[in-house]
């Protein structure tokens, strides 16, 4: 159906950066709506931002500023850039990309999840 492929998670002090990024596959895509998620041990998954296929874009009120979500349409990619990252930024990364697959499948496609550390 779709896969999605993450990349770019690590390790990083507080203060530092990363790039996280989401490459979706498959047949006839036609997404409309992509978005990062993340979920700290002992905690719900939340919302980080997404960005749907207008290029309206929605942060979570803790990444305003710090984040920016971008959107690759032809290769079907969504890139989260993190700067000034906190330690509480730490947590299990997630991609989520809706949409449809073979023109009219509607498909809700979770990535495998990537770990950001941060430490202090």
């Known amino acids: 159906q779709v896969r999605l492929v993450e990349s770019g998670g690590g390790l990083v002090q507080a203060g530092g950066s990363l790039r996280l990024s989401c490459a979706a596959s498959g047949s006839s895509l036609s997404i409309n709506y992509m978005g990062w998620y993340r979920q700290a041990p002992g905690k719900q998954r939340e919302l980080v931002a997404d960005?749907?296929?207008?290029?309206?874009?929605n942060y979570a009120d803790s990444v305003k500023g710090r984040f920016t979500i971008s959107r690759d349409n032809n290769k079907s990619t969504v890139n989260l850039q993190m700067d000034t990252l906190k330690p509480e930024d730490t947590a299990v990364y997630y991609c989520?990309?809706?949409?449809?697959?073979?023109?009219?499948?509607?498909?809700?496609?979770w990535g495998q999840g990537t770990q950001v550390t941060v430490s202090s």
């Open positions: 989520k990309v809706e949409g449809y697959w073979l023109q009219y499948r509607q498909f809700n496609a």
């Open positions: 960005i749907r296929s207008g290029g309206r874009t």
